[in-house]
């Protein structure tokens, strides 16, 4: 079993719309969570980070997490073209180093 | 200011050579990471540097890969006798000490022949 959980998609959404993306992960003592967006042969971007229960809102993005169900979202609102992207869900591990664990990647397809 | 950079930003190499890739964090980052991401994968953590502590290897896939910091700044990840499964993007990112944000370079696609 993969220690962090995505859907590979692809995610297709009409331009407008609300793009949902998933991730759920194994290890149970986890505090740090972000999301990367990574265009087709670019580096990873950082969209969002969570760290605590609850819902994060920056902009047309909102980061969910539910600890409890080991569980961390991101929505985009009024998805537009240019947020087609593979978004890769990544965790920090609650023990020692600073590395991130990712998720495969979910491919968001914003067809206009 | 200036992002994470990484070179070569490409590198062919035939099977069994050795290659050399190099980081360059942002400056006044103290904490450095390899990660690889393979066609298909998801991205796989190999090393960890923070500061002047032993660097954490638990990632590297081989005794093939190492990596070296010098002077708490450039780092230069080294793979010796090349084999066609290393063929990958191999990418850097660095962190301020206390924070836990990582900022990737543009990285170093490698191909194996």
Redesign the interface.
């Known amino acids: 079993q993969k220690e962090?959980e995505q859907n590979s998609g692809p995610l297709s959404v009409p331009e407008g719309a609300i793009a949902s993306l998933n991730c759920t992960y194994s290890d149970r003592g986890s505090q740090?969570f972000?999301w990367?967006r990574q265009y087709s042969g670019?580096?990873?971007?950082?969209i969002m980070?969570i760290y605590s229960n609850g819902d994060k809102e920056d902009g047309r993005f909102t980061a969910q997490l539910n600890k409890a169900s080991q569980y961390v979202s991101l929505l985009i609102r009024d998805s537009q073209p240019s947020d087609s992207a593979t978004y890769?869900c990544?965790v920090?591990a609650g023990s020692a180093?600073?590395?991130?664990?990712?998720?495969?990647?979910t491919r968001l397809m914003v067809k206009p | 200011g200036a992002g994470v950079s990484q070179s070569p930003s490409n590198k062919v190499t035939e099977k069994g050579k050795d290659v050399e890739l190099r980081c360059d964090p942002i400056s006044g980052h103290t904490a450095l990471y390899w990660y690889r991401q393979s066609l298909g994968q998801g991205l796989e953590f190999l090393i960890y540097f923070q500061g002047n502590s032993a660097p954490d290897k638990s990632g590297l896939p081989s005794d093939r890969f190492s990596a070296e910091r010098t002077g708490g700044s450039v780092s230069t990840l080294t793979i010796q006798r090349t084999q066609q499964e290393d063929s990958a993007v191999y990418l850097c990112a660095s962190s301020l000490a206390q924070q836990e944000t990582q900022y990737f370079g543009p990285g170093t696609r490698l191909l194996v022949l």
Do not use: I, Q
């Open positions: 962090v740090s972000f990367y670019k580096s990873p971007e950082l980070s890769l990544a920090k180093g600073n590395m991130l664990t990712f998720g495969g990647g």
